[in-house]
T-cell receptor, first 115, second 109 residues
Framework: DAGVIQSPRHEVTEMGQEVTLRCKPI?????LFWYRQTMMRGLELLIY????????DSGMPEDRFSAKMPNASFSTLKIQPSEPRDSAVYFC?????????????FGNGTRLTVT | GENVEQHPSTLSVQEGDSAVIKCTYS??????FPWYKQELGKGPQLIID?????GEKKDQRIAVTLNKTAKHFSLHITETQPEDSAVYFC????????FGAGTRLTVKP
């Protein structure tokens, strides 16, 4: 199994530019999660989907952030416009269900730097 | 929302020694307690988990113990090796909560 695949691994952009992060979950997993990790705030949940439908986006910091899951094998997290404080590592994870007793499988993340 | 409290934040041990990391939670409804290991440049990976109907679970050098009365669960690593050096996280009781800050374990050869 290839695991959760994220792209790009690194992204450097200038303030004001649009950034799109991509994720391919593990085949057969029904739930997909986007997390952000920073030194200050740790690992925090931004949004999660179940069967391609957004269930909880309360963690999305601002309207500049949006996420989509057009099909079971692909999701995007978009930041428009980006700001320096968005610099962080963004992780995508998938699991068999949104139930909390289902382990998360994380990708290796996208390190975003906004200058 | 509530988070889990994880201690210690850093832990340094000599190779071969044991390491213990503890997490405290407040949600009585929690019934699943996973531990994740994050190595540099990678995403967190599940290393062991336990459900509330079990008090202890072992997998080779790793074990997790659960005290539901006291609302804490602990990760135990015995005979530590340098490759155990990483950041360890316990997961919060609800998806919407933030993970703890983690414990940075350093195993000195």
């Amino acid at each position: 199994d290839a695991g959760v695949i994220q792209s790009p691994r690194h992204e450097v952009t200038e303030m004001g530019q649009e950034v799109t992060l991509r994720c391919k979950p593990i085949s057969g997993h029904n739930s997909l999660f986007w997390y952000r990790q920073t030194m200050m705030r740790g690992l925090e949940l931004l949004i999660y989907f179940n069967n391609n439908v957004p269930i909880d986006d309360s963690g999305m910091p601002e309207d500049r952030f949006s996420a989509k899951m057009p099909n079971a094998s692909f999701s995007t997290l978009k930041i428009q416009p980006s700001e320096p404080r968005d610099s962080a590592v963004y992780f995508c994870a998938s699991s068999l269900s949104t139930g909390w007793d289902s382990p998360l499988h994380f990708g290796n993340g996208t390190r975003l730097t906004v200058t | 929302g509530e988070n889990v409290e994880q201690h210690p934040s850093t832990l340094s041990v000599q190779e071969g020694d044991s390491a213990v990391i503890k997490c405290t939670y407040s949600d009585s409804a929690s019934n699943y307690f996973p531990w994740y290991k994050q190595e540099l440049g990678k995403g967190p990976q599940l290393i062991i988990d336990i459900r509330s109907n079990v008090g202890e679970k072992k997998d080779q050098r790793i074990a997790v113990t659960l005290n539901k009365t006291a609302k804490h669960f602990s990760l135990h690593i015995t005979e530590t090796q340098p490759e155990d050096s990483a950041v360890y996280f316990c997961a919060p009781p609800r998806r919407s909560m933030r993970f703890g800050a983690g414990t940075r374990l350093t195993v000195k050869p």
